[in-house]
């Protein structure tokens, strides 16, 4: 902590690429085999409602059977990253337990590690972690007894598919002190991101942390290049880099508004944009990237899965996203006469789920879903273990996990009573939970 803060000229970046003990001087791809993936995942997610009060946002379901955090960490696995740590904090239970259950296979013997690293004030006894970067910095202990020869920092609530090795190894070839990934945004939604401007060799020239007049690209006045969150440095310069902010006491010891901004201005920062390593559903689709941080876009998020050819392709077996597994019974559609007829159309149906006598259309059932009879679902993302009664009308909604809706509920047709009894969005969104239920009866 008392250390004296380093410089971020280019005497510190020759220290930096000094080889670390356990690898030789020089390091050949795929790099990815001597990178640590550094997961953060400690958020809130506030933006999501009542879907983040019991879980943090990475633990939220998404997609019929993962959850958040599981496309980032399907994406260091498929690009051959073996080490992997995730730092948690904002009720982390859900999520401890769902890595627990889900990404326990790595094997000490074949030089892989998966760490869970809760905020546990191992630093000081009087804070927890007090921003992204310090999420790292109070567990540099741990990753240099892995000794990586790059860091890979991640954000553990996004939806994407990326190889990370291209952006490894244009890191190295660029002999750059931080490669920040990046994409195109338009200005309108860029206030959310963190905002670069780059030249022709994809050197970063300024950046800002969520301005709220993002500055245009070069030749696109309606769009502006955003920040995505990743992070890859040489290890040895993470650290010092990270040593000389937690000294800082005018620092919110965050990446995103201390660290980015001090090494754009002070060394070497490049941009890798998405488009160099993006996974495509289809060799023509646009890239994929989803912030799902409000009940809006997480809504929309799960429904584009129901398209014929989705943008995210969940099919993929070259790219599968990894997750935790249930042992369930497959999912059934019983009853099959007029008026009382189980079928679904344009949906995703998870394992356990029984379709009995109703019908479902554009919506997405997680696991373990009872849907009874003479009931019409439309356009619904339904968390696992939900129970919809008889005579059900629910249409634009989200059904948080656990829920049992009563016999006859309309939601969906009704904008102002809708709104009196659930949590229901600007865009018509309802998103209903099992104590918004419970106060129904009383």
């Given at each position: ?206 950046f800002v942390e969520k301005p709220q007049d993002p500055p245009a690209m070069p030749g696109k006045p309606d769009f502006a290049l955003a920040s995505m969150g990743i992070y ?211």
């Amino acid at each position: 902590m008392g250390k004296k803060p380093v410089p971020y000229g280019p005497e510190h970046r020759i220290a930096a690429a000094t080889p670390t003990k356990s690898l030789p001087s020089t390091v050949t791809g795929p790099y990815a085999r001597h990178t640590m993936a550094y997961v953060l995942a400690g958020g809130r997610g506030s933006r999501l409602q009542e879907l983040t009060d019991v879980r943090a946002k990475p633990a939220v379901y998404f997609g019929g059977k993962a959850r958040i955090i599981d496309f980032a960490l399907s994406n260091a696995m498929n690009s051959g990253i073996r080490r992997i740590a995730v730092a948690t904090q904002y009720k982390a239970h859900s999520l401890i337990r769902h890595l627990q259950r889900g990404w326990n296979f790595f094997r000490p013997e074949r030089n892989e590690s998966f760490d869970i690293l809760p905020a546990s004030q191992r630093v000081s006894e009087s804070s927890w972690y007090l921003g992204t970067a310090d999420a790292v910095y109070q567990n540099i202990d741990i990753i240099e007894s892995y000794d990586p020869r790059y860091m890979v920092i991640l954000a553990g609530d996004h939806i994407y598919k990326m190889d990370y090795e291209p952006m490894l190894a244009q890191h190295v070839e660029q002999n750059a002190d931080v490669t920040i990934g990046c994409m195109e945004v338009p200005r309108d939604e860029a206030r959310a991101f963190g905002v670069m401007h780059v030249d022709e060799n994809d050197k970063i020239l300024s950046f800002v942390e969520k301005p709220q007049d993002p500055p245009a690209m070069p030749g696109k006045p309606d769009f502006a290049l955003a920040s995505m969150g990743i992070y890859v440095f040489a290890t040895k310069f993470l650290f010092d880099v990270l040593r000389a902010d937690a000294a800082d006491p005018n620092s919110s010891h965050d990446f995103g508004h201390d660290i980015i901004p001090k090494l754009v201005a002070g060394a070497h920062a490049v941009a890798h944009p998405y488009t160099r390593s993006c996974i495509r559903s289809t060799p023509n689709a646009p890239p994929y990237w989803r912030d799902v941080g409000t009940v809006d876009a997480y809504f929309s998020a799960n429904l584009d899965l129901t398209e014929v050819v989705p943008d995210l392709d969940l099919y993929d077996q070259a790219w599968p996203i990894w997750t935790y597994s249930e042992m369930t019974a497959p999912a059934k559609f019983v009853h099959d006469v007029e008026g009382r007829r189980g079928f679904a159309v344009t949906s995703l149906i998870s394992g356990g789920c029984i379709v009995s006598g109703s019908s479902l259309r554009q919506s997405l059932l997680f696991t373990g879903v009872r849907l009874h009879s003479f009931s019409d679902v439309h356009r619904a993302v339904v968390l696992p273990n939900v129970d919809i009664g008889r005579h059900v009308r629910l249409s634009n909604v989200v059904v948080d996990r656990g829920v049992c809706i009563p016999d006859g509920l309309v939601v969906g047709e009704d904008a102002e009573h809708d709104a009196a009894r659930f949590r229901r969005t600007a865009n018509g969104v309802c998103l209903i939970t099992q104590h918004m239920i419970d106060q129904l009866k009383g």
